[in-house]
């Protein structure tokens, strides 16, 4: 795969949000563990609709959940 350049700040926000698994932020979006930590590693990216779904279970801004970063 190559260069996505999108970063996010899933797993610090977990953390800060009584220590979420990865499950538990799953099944509030509706999708897999496995999902969730494909896109916290990078490996895979969200779609528009999955990424605003995971910035509202934080309540913040898709921005301060996930970053753009040209190559």
């Known amino acids: 795969m190559g260069y996505s350049?999108?970063?996010?700040?899933?797993r610090v926000l977990r953390f800060h949000h009584g220590e979420m698994t990865q499950q538990e932020l799953a099944d509030r979006v509706g999708v897999t563990r496995q999902t969730i930590n494909a896109i916290e590693a990078a490996k895979y990216s969200p779609s528009l609709e999955l990424a605003?779904?995971?910035?509202?279970?934080f309540d913040k801004p898709?921005?301060?959940?996930f970053k753009y970063k040209k190559k």
């Open 5 to 10: 350049g999108i970063t996010n700040q899933m």
């Open 52 to 57: 605003f779904k995971i910035a509202g279970v």
């Open 62 to 65: 898709l921005e301060e959940v």
